[in-house]
């Protein structure tokens, strides 16, 4: 802060700034742009790039490429099995479907905060925060339904 800012604040808050106290100012350094303009793709790509290796993870990407496990799998009666029957294995599709849970509750906790940021827009507010809850609440039901039906204390 520089003496001017601080004699303006120093006014109205004599206790935190007083007269003995002198609060140096920092300068910055100046960007200046180079010659060279290297073409870089917009926010919303990176952004998008950012959220699919975060898909992959959640998915379990580094599980699928080490382990290779199969897409679906099926019972002794030729039955379609979604979930592996164990909690240490694990099939592609399932993997697919908790990371979109995971990433529907993620949307969820984002547009809680967004509803926050809206308080004055109290009908706004008010539609971000039911739909968030409803998220949230959806996609940890969901995902809790299935483990219990991996852990074998619900049946398919």
Avoid: C
Avoid at 49 to 59: A, E, K
Avoid at 81 to 99: C, D, G, K
């Amino acid at each position: 802060m520089s003496d001017n800012l601080q004699l303006q604040v120093g006014k109205k808050i004599p206790w935190i700034f007083g007269s003995k106290m002198r609060i140096p100012k920092v300068n910055y350094p100046m960007y200046q742009d180079s010659k060279m303009n290297l073409p870089t793709p917009g926010r919303s790509f990176i952004l998008l790039v950012i959220y699919l290796v975060l898909f992959w993870l959640m998915m379990g990407g580094i599980y699928i490429s080490i382990r290779n496990p199969i897409p679906l799998g099926s019972s002794g009666q030729n039955n379609v099995l979604w979930l592996y029957p164990s909690t240490s294995e694990a099939f592609i599709i399932e993997s697919v479907v908790a990371a979109t849970l995971m990433f529907i509750g993620g949307a969820g906790f984002l547009m809680l905060y967004n509803s926050t940021k809206h308080a004055y827009n109290y009908s706004y507010s008010i539609k971000l925060l039911i739909i968030a809850i409803a998220a949230i609440a959806l996609s940890f039901g969901l995902l809790q339904y299935m483990i219990a039906v991996k852990s074998g204390d619900l049946q398919q």
